[in-house]
């Protein structure tokens, strides 16, 4: 029993630790933050605490130094120093791997921890002359930080008016409410004085405004969010009305008390009249003390191969949906279609939630890498600004888990090899002090992840000699900068002996491109010399289920993603005969053309063909095939591994009538027919 | 109760009885042309099935074993297989009949009669005699990692 609360002390060590990284870096940044010590210490002290109770006693002893010294930092009796945060990542780490191992048993890693434990302990023995120093600006402090914690809740008074008309457009305004009202306490007033008699009424317009008075912790901004699609539909007030919790106010409940009989208007003056009187500060931290509370439980862990197992029965649920309603369209049983329409909206919630669930943030990620900049920067003595942006987006946990080790790889090339010395930036111009900006950002069903340092960048000339000698290219070919750039995606393209002389980055982006290949993502890179390197990854958002297209090349049926078409056009005998070289002319457009009836072996029919308009980075092909049967949402299932070098598939799905369609891979179908000019 | 026992399922294959571990083995189905061919993939591989929602690859054992085509009948079978039971790796076999499922003491088991390789199957793992007829011995690990490693 004991080993199962171990291992659940272990994982919620292992999240403080995290806690605990995160924050040192926020303390590197600025080391005053009171707010930011407070929560190392907590952190130090929950380790602490744990660790006793579950037998991690070096853990715990070690931990206990570590606490006192930032027990003394909070208290402002010691400085926090290059020194002590150096030290503390040191130590962490030994956290860490007293995490994994328990207390340790071997001379040598007693010793170095001992060493390390004397360290810590003296920054607090060394600083105990100049203490009485601080202890004027230690009272000055401790008031900064009661302010600090003091969450700025606030209310105000929302009044939405619908026009009319606003029912037409499909709106919903309950919809918004529940909103609204989930951004904090509400209370919602509604206001019929409109509505007309009955048999006035219009059903199809809306009468009745609304009065919402509204706590919350969020800005006006977010409110404001709520409304932004029916901002020409109503008439929409948002007025501050009080500092604070006012819904729990005896005096609000008598006003909103004659409000309900109609007997006054809720107007903000009303309630701004209100107020708490002397201990309005007390009663607010006590409300913040409710907030984190609920907060706390608003979450909860669950192993993740439970929620792998839930998008696996969502999927198959999916799946056995399709089946259902293509019984009961074949039997045409009309009260079976509405069972089967009414399971479809149910298992389409069930399929966003379930994929919405197993949805997680980079943040975590970033962290990691933040702190690889900073150890690998100091190392190599570069000075180095790692700049993050859109660190809350969300994506699929499989994708992340596939994701971590390239992104490593590109950052970790971004520091080594992207961003020149600060001497030789200094020659250059440039500002000593190096930037590497990670941007993440939604674009469709895409996330868009990009790496910018602004090093030295990639020299094409270097690169194409480099694949020349290869032999990866054939000399004299006239090729674009980008396509060069590409080149360094070619396997085999950079090996250890390249390292070094090869400019900026480009070192193992082979295997990186193959790993972001198989969560059926795309990179590509840009760069200019001297300026730097762009590298882009497109991921999409889910891995197990697309929006595709049905389509029958001879007597196969093929799913073609939906997110990668542009367009379907019918393929007319003329127009067939005008290919040529592979290049389509429709119209006044000419585009290249794959005909999978080749790619697949197949022999074309007599059948009408289609061509189906796909994009690929910036150009556009056509892919030809017979029939084109519809719009589907499938399930994507992987070959398995004996399948696994198929290039143009990308895995199977279970059609309605259990019969298996291969889904392609437009993508990767187009890199290996469509540039013949690389891939000879 | 003297030795180990080992539990091996026996099929057909042009005429010569083979055998693996039948711990192995997930499901048995008739083959009736339900496979979808997977383009472009390599010539033993005869397509996917969908089971039960899961979609596994199936070869052709006369074709991993380089045997002349012997003819579709009632008898021909799909054995579904998971060597390192996980459902990611189960894949369907083709055999000519599916025999029986039979016990034999592991000390019955005689070095591999074959000597020569056949197709992807560098060697056999063992022959054993039952009623009189002679079963050769496949190692079903070691013919997936040869499926796998050859591209």
Request: proline content about 3%; glycine content about 6%; charged content about 30%.
């Amino acid at each position: 029993m004991i080993d199962k609360f171990r291992a659940k002390f272990v994982e919620e060590g292992l999240d403080n630790v995290h806690d605990l990284e995160e924050a040192m870096l926020l303390l590197e940044k600025d080391p005053t933050d009171k707010e930011i010590i407070e929560r190392i210490f907590r952190a130090m002290h929950t380790l602490k605490g744990g660790g006793a109770m579950f037998g991690f006693n070096d853990l715990s002893s070690f931990t206990h130094h570590l606490e006192t010294v930032y027990d003394w930092v909070r208290n402002g009796k010691l400085n926090v120093t290059e020194d002590i945060i150096s030290e503390t990542f040191k130590a962490i780490d030994q956290i860490k791997y007293l995490l994994e191992v328990g207390d340790v048993s071997d001379e040598s890693e007693k010793q170095e921890l001992a060493q390390l434990t004397q360290r810590i302990k003296g920054f607090v023995s060394s600083t105990n002359e100049d203490n009485e120093a601080k202890k004027g600006a230690d009272s000055k402090r401790e008031e900064d930080l009661s302010a600090s914690t003091m969450e700025a809740s606030k209310t105000y008074l929302i009044h939405f008016k619908p026009h009319t008309n606003i029912l037409q457009n499909g709106t919903n305004p309950l919809y918004l409410l529940d909103d609204v009202q989930a951004l904090g306490k509400a209370f919602v007033l509604y206001n019929d004085e409109n509505v007309p008699e009955l048999n006035e009424l219009n059903p199809e317009d809306c009468f009745v405004s609304w009065d919402i008075v509204l706590n919350t912790t969020e800005v006006l901004n977010e409110i404001q969010d709520v409304f932004i699609f029916v901002e020409d539909e109503c008439d929409l007030n948002i007025v501050e009305i009080f500092n604070g919790d006012i819904l729990s106010h005896p005096k609000f409940e008598q006003i909103i008390e004659q409000c309900e009989l109609g007997k006054q208007k809720l107007t903000a003056e009303l309630l701004k009249g209100i107020s708490w009187g002397g201990d309005e500060n007390a009663s607010s931290s006590e409300k913040k003390k409710v907030l984190l509370k609920e907060h706390k439980i608003s979450s909860i862990r669950v192993a993740s191969t439970k929620i792998d197992e839930l998008v696996n029965l969502v999927s198959e649920l999916v799946t056995i949906q399709a089946q259902l309603h293509l019984y009961a369209e074949t039997n045409r049983e009309p009260k079976m279609l509405d069972l089967s329409e009414s399971i479809e909206k149910l298992t389409r919630q069930l399929r966003d939630n379930a994929f919405e669930i197993s949805l997680i943030p980079l943040q975590n990620d970033l962290m990691r890498f933040q702190r690889l900049v900073r150890d690998l920067s100091k190392e190599l003595n570069k000075e180095i600004d790692f700049i993050i942006e859109g660190g809350d987006i969300e994506l699929d946990k499989n994708i992340i888990e596939h994701l971590t080790d390239p992104l490593l790889h590109m950052i970790r090339n971004c520091v080594d090899h992207g961003i020149e010395m600060p001497e030789e930036r200094i020659k250059k111009g440039k500002n000593p002090k190096g930037s590497v900006i990670f941007k993440a950002y939604y674009e469709g069903s895409n996330v868009i992840i990009k790496i910018i340092d602004d090093g030295m960048g990639m020299d094409p000339e270097v690169i194409l000699n480099k694949a020349i000698k290869k032999g990866l290219v054939e000399e004299g070919l006239d090729l674009s900068k980008k396509e060069i750039l590409d080149l360094v995606f070619s396997s085999g393209f950079t090996t250890k002996d390249v390292v070094t002389d090869l400019s900026g980055r480009g070192v193992g982006m082979d295997v990186v491109n193959r790993k972001i290949g198989e969560i059926r993502g795309e990179v590509s890179i840009d760069s200019d010399l001297d300026k730097g390197t762009t590298v882009t990854l497109v991921l999409p958002l889910t891995l197990s289920i697309i929006d595709g297209l049905l389509v029958s090349v001879a007597s196969g049926q093929y799913v073609i993603p939906i997110s990668a078409i542009e367009k379907i056009i019918p393929l007319e005998d003329n127009d067939r005969k005008s290919i040529f070289n592979g290049v389509i002319k429709l119209g006044e457009e000419h585009f290249p053309v794959i005909d999978l009836h080749d790619i697949f072996n197949e022999v074309c029919g007599d059948e009408k063909q289609h061509i189906i308009q796909v994009k690929f980075e910036d150009k556009r092909y056509g892919l030809i095939v017979d029939r084109v049967i519809g719009e589907y949402q499938t399930v994507v299932k992987p070959l398995g591994r004996m399948i696994k070098d198929q290039e143009v598939i990308s895995g199977a799905s279970i059609m309605g009538d259990g019969t298996i369609s291969m889904v392609i891979d437009t993508n990767r179908l187009i890199h290996a027919f469509g540039n013949q000019k690389i891939h000879k | 109760m003297e030795g180990d026992f080992k539990t091996l399922i026996s099929f057909g294959l042009q005429g010569q009885t083979f055998a693996f571990d039948s711990l192995m083995v997930r499901n048995i189905l008739p083959y009736e042309g339900q496979l979808t061919r997977v383009p472009n993939a390599r010539n033993f591989i005869l397509g996917v099935i969908n089971l039960h929602g899961n979609i596994f690859p199936v070869t052709d054992m006369r074709k991993i074993m380089g045997i002349d085509q012997q003819e579709i009948t009632v008898d021909t079978s799909i054995i579904i297989v998971s060597p390192e039971d996980k459902i990611e790796s189960q894949f369907g076999i083709v055999v000519d009949l599916v025999k029986e499922v039979f016990e034999v003491e592991t000390e019955r088991i005689e070095p591999p009669v074959f000597q020569r390789k056949m197709g992807l199957i560098e060697s056999f793992q063992g022959a054993v005699t039952e009623k009189g007829e002679l079963i050769h011995l496949i190692d079903l690990l070691h013919l997936v990692s040869q499926i796998e490693s050859k591209k």
